[in-house]
């Protein structure tokens, strides 16, 4: 090898450490083409959504009020599964019974049969106005209520110590025992 093809071969080799890695190449995916559903759904007003959770809620009410859950049993129809199948009561268990008696004005009676949810329900109420509200584009907006984690956390916790608590056969916790 010769002096000059020497330094050429060092040049190419300075050149090849120097360049920038290879670039690879990633799999190109066609852009998003929204379906018919989801065109749809975008091409609906703004109330109908508030309007559809507005029937839910009302369907619920209107089961709760005619199928009178607070003169019935554990085996009664609409059945509870897990209290039927263990005796125990399931962190749901009188619930219905619970709005039941809201719906009634009688707050104790449904703190009795399932108070998580008494304390839930103006929470989830003022939610959904707000929600409403705010979705509507009144001249007029409600501010949201902002649930902290730790809140939601220690909200969830109790739930779970109440459905504990609530199936121990002793006083004072057979006070919750439905």
């Known amino acids: 090898m010769t002096g000059v093809e020497a330094v050429e071969a060092d040049g190419v ?8 890695p290879p670039v690879y190449q990633y799999h190109q995916y066609p852009a998003y083409q ?5 065109r749809l759904v975008a091409r609906l007003p703004r109330w109908v959504a508030p309007a559809g959770v507005a029937a839910v809620i009302s369907g619920g009410v209107a089961y709760t009020l005619l199928m009178k859950p607070a003169s019935a ?3 009664d129809q609409p059945t509870c599964i897990v ?3 263990t005796g125990f009561d399931c962190p749901g268990c009188g619930g219905t019974r619970a709005c039941w008696y809201l719906l009634h004005g009688d707050i104790p009676a449904a703190a009795h049969h399932h108070a998580p949810l008494v304390f839930a ?4 109420a003022y939610l959904y106005v707000a929600w409403t509200v705010n979705r509507l584009n ?5 501010p949201m209520l902002r649930i902290s984690n730790g809140a939601l956390i220690g909200f969830l916790v109790a739930w779970l110590a109440f459905s504990v608590l609530r199936n121990l056969p ?4 057979t006070y919750f025992f439905v």
Not at 34 to 38: C, I, V
Not at 121 to 124: H, N
């Open 34 to 38: 929204p379906g018919r559903f989801a």
């Open 170 to 173: 002793w006083a004072p916790f």
């Open 83 to 85: 209290k039927l199948l």
């Open 13 to 20: 080799a300075e050149r090849a450490a120097m360049a920038p």
């Open 121 to 124: 329900a103006p929470f989830l």
């Open 138 to 142: 009144l001249p007029f907006k409600l």
């Open 73 to 75: 049993g554990a085996s």
